[in-house]
């Protein structure tokens, strides 16, 4: 049972536009909430993470807002790029098991120019 | 350049085949994973080292085999595989108290 739901799965943006994808979870347990960037041919790399104590954590144009009580957080791009065209996963976990993430489908995302 | 380093990049093998995927690690972590990346799927965790500790995802098949000699290496053991193993399997490490995942670019393995 998939504990990580993420929409959309694919999304197309012109540059300069705002992307937003969303993700869900079940396991109230769950209190770090990461999202990794993979372009093709390479693999994951962190982009931004997240904990339960802030509702919000913005790293340029990057931004995680998180919901505990709708157990929702999601990711936006502001003044999205070509160069952001990548797949985008959101992840989880829990009691500073860290490292045994359950991630997300993934979100294809095309920026175009 | 990755800290994370994943051999061979592309893998084509039968059946009844025998082959290992390898992994190593210069970013002086202290534990290490294998993860499978399937179309349409999440990435699936199949094994992590930790503090030398292993931990396995009990749904892996049997022959999904993992060693870790060190804390720098790490390999996936295949044998008698099917088509629908087909996959790109990530290796990826980390430092257990920080939690952020250093991804290899992968090992793309085709099954015939």
């Known amino acids: 049972q998939q504990q990580v739901k993420q929409s959309p799965q694919s999304l197309i943006v012109q540059k300069g536009g705002i992307s937003i994808i969303n993700c869900a979870y079940e396991?109230?347990?769950?209190?770090?909430f990461p999202w990794y960037q993979q372009f093709p041919g390479k693999g994951p790399a962190l982009l931004i993470a997240?904990?339960?104590?802030?509702s919000e954590k913005k790293e340029g144009r990057f931004t995680i807002s998180f919901n505990k009580s709708a157990k929702q957080f999601s990711l936006h791009i502001m003044d999205s790029q070509p160069g952001d065209s990548a797949t985008y996963f959101c992840a989880a976990s829990s009691g500073g098991s860290n490292y045994k993430l359950t991630f997300g489908k993934g979100t294809l995302l095309t920026v175009n120019p | 350049e990755t800290g994370v380093t994943q051999t061979p990049r592309h893998l084509v093998m039968g059946m009844t085949n025998k082959k290992s995927l390898k992994c190593e690690q210069h970013l002086g972590h202290n534990a290490m994973y294998w993860y499978k990346q399937s179309a349409k799927k999440p990435l699936e965790l199949m094994f992590v080292y930790s503090l030398e500790e292993r931990v396995e995802n009990n749904s892996v098949p049997s022959r999904f085999s993992p060693e870790c000699p060190n804390s720098s290496h790490l390999f996936l053991h295949l044998h008698t595989l099917q088509p629908e193993d087909s996959a790109l399997y990530l290796c990826?490490?980390?430092?257990?108290?920080?939690?952020?995942?250093?991804f290899g670019e992968g090992s793309r393995l085709t099954v015939l």
């Open positions: 990826a490490s980390s430092q257990v108290e920080t939690g952020e995942l250093f």
């Open positions: 997240i904990r339960p104590d802030v």
């Open positions: 396991n109230t347990a769950f209190d770090y």
